[in-house]
């Protein structure tokens, strides 16, 4: 079994992967901000992991004997979510998520796997692969692509492997509030009339986030496949079609009040993953 330090381990996608490595018996040590108190509470399968508070920001001269010499780290933090535009990514998050990282390779570390995001490939539409050309028009895509460049860059320099995990719309429990899953669940829970949403045409790649930790967990662990590697379904489906099948699954009817939310600027119209490589990773 393998020891795997788990950074943003309370955070949306953290707590997934905590809880899939812990269901394979991997000894865990895990970080965030947050105090072991908090973070419990948080997240009750922490007790059962070496959790270490730490804000990722502070510098450690070796991050690699502070963390007690992992074989891998799957690192899932990243502050500022979910605004997308703020100039923090770049100022504030992309330097300190290089340090890390770089403290961590030259110090030891030869194993890391990095979640990035779809938002890296900009406004291209269709399906898109790992060899596609990103065009970031996100602060916060620009910063993740550019340290994706910049991880690269380090293994001119010190022998490690990198897994770059681009995520595809993971949904599921603990998303924020103002994600479309959060509403959605919001508008049972006030049982409410009508629900409020764009027109719905657009075309998205949908993921159970408790699938995107098992497919982030399985890359990790492996060193046959590394590199960029698209976390999505492949499969296609309309955001209208999404939110009724949400609904209809859960036995509730309610009027969709469609075109009440214009389309976001920044996001294509209809792109979704090609997940051919990750699937020559998990065996399906």
């Given amino acids: 079994m393998a020891k795997v330090l788990v950074t943003g381990a309370t955070g949306f996608i953290g707590k997934y992967i905590v809880k899939r490595l812990l269901s394979l018996g991997h000894e865990i040590i895990a970080t965030a901000r947050k105090n072991a108190e908090e973070a419990v509470s948080h997240l009750p399968e922490l007790k ?55 403290n961590l390779v030259s110090n030891g570390l030869k194993n890391i796997t990095v979640t990035g995001t779809c938002y890296e490939y900009g406004l291209l539409e269709g399906c898109l692969s790992e060899s596609t050309y990103t065009q970031p028009c996100l602060n916060y895509a620009l910063a993740k692509d550019t340290l994706r460049k910049f991880v690269q860059s380090l293994q001119k320099n010190y022998s490690f492997s990198y897994k770059w995990l681009r995520l595809f719309y993971p949904f599921g429990d603990g998303k924020n509030k103002s994600s479309l899953w959060a509403q959605m669940q919001y508008a049972i829970s006030t049982r409410a009339k009508e629900f409020n949403m764009s027109a719905g045409e657009q075309i998205r790649d949908y993921l159970p ?76």
């Fill in 209 to 284: 986030v408790e699938t995107t930790a098992e497919y982030i967990v399985s890359a990790a662990l492996q060193n046959e496949t590394t590199g960029i590697i698209n976390c999505c379904s492949g499969k296609p489906i309309s955001v209208r079609h999404f939110v009724e099948n949400f609904f209809e699954q859960r036995g509730y009817q309610i009027k969709l009040n469609l075109g009440f939310y214009p389309y976001l600027n920044y996001e294509p119209f209809a792109f979704w993953g090609d997940n051919n490589k990750l699937l020559g990773i998990v065996g399906r």
């Fill in 48 to 102: 059962n992991t070496h959790y270490i508070q730490k804000d990722l920001n502070d510098c450690e001269e070796n991050y690699y004997s502070f963390f007690c010499k992992p074989d891998i780290v799957i690192h899932a933090s990243w502050e500022g979510l979910p605004n997308y535009d703020s100039l923090f990514h770049i100022e504030r998050n992309l330097p300190a998520n290089y340090g890390f990282i770089k």
